[in-house]
């Protein structure tokens, strides 16, 4: 199944995903889609720089579902930190949409 990598930015504590090129943004839709564990490895080898120079906290990968183009979480955790706060629709990153 295929993933993306995800971490906190360890100056604000805002959710990030890695981008092609190594890049972190805040945008599930602009994170690299790693097609399976072999990729996952590579790249959670690479982002160890990041951590080590205090960029980014807590790297993990986690399953998503890519249809027409659209970037969605399988789970209810990796959903909640990809668009932001359960409390209000119009809180968080899922206020943009």
Known sequence: MSQVISAN???DGIVLFRAKGGAWVEQLRDAEILPDAAAVKAVLGLVEVDVKANHVIEVAAFEVTVK?????????????RARGPTTHPLHGKQAAH
């Open 9 to 11: 930015r360890l100056s």
């Open 68 to 80: 027409d183009g659209h970037v969605e979480p399988v789970h209810l955790r990796d959903k909640i």
